[in-house]
């Protein structure tokens, strides 16, 4: 069965019988020097930056797949309260984190 995540604090229709703890889940991600050169042109002349969208989607796909073996290596079954947050951590990079509490459901 696949790990349920929630935003929520609980999971409709199911009841938490146990909490197992935080559990995170990341990614450091640095731009590429041709996306950079892409992207300034854009800037330029306006609209979306989609090298730099999809580097983002592939972070937060990749921390929510690590937040999942974390809460996974607890024993839960779902995450709720589940967040999304990211920060610079260099120039030119950046961590994309993935928490939430891990929960058994019953």
């Known amino acids: 069965m696949a790990m349920i995540m929630s935003t929520a604090d609980s ?3 199911r009841e938490i019988a146990e909490t ?3 559990a995170t889940g990341s990614t450091v991600r640095a731009r590429h020097v041709g996306r950079d050169v892409l992207a300034g042109l ?3 002349v ?3 930056i989609g090298a730099y969208e999809k580097l ?3 972070s937060r796909t990749q921390a929510l797949a690590r937040l999942e073996e974390a809460a ?3 024993g839960a079954d779902a995450v709720v309260a589940l967040r999304l947050t990211t920060s610079a951590i260099a120039q030119g990079s950046a961590e994309v984190l993935a ?3 891990a929960v ?3």
């Open 99 to 101: 928490y939430g509490t």
């Open 20 to 22: 197992m703890g935080l």
């Open 42 to 44: 854009k800037q330029i």
């Open 72 to 74: 996974a290596a607890m």
């Open 56 to 58: 983002l989607q592939e």
């Open 46 to 48: 306006g609209g979306e």
């Open 11 to 13: 999971v409709p229709g």
């Open 104 to 106: 058994k459901l019953q």
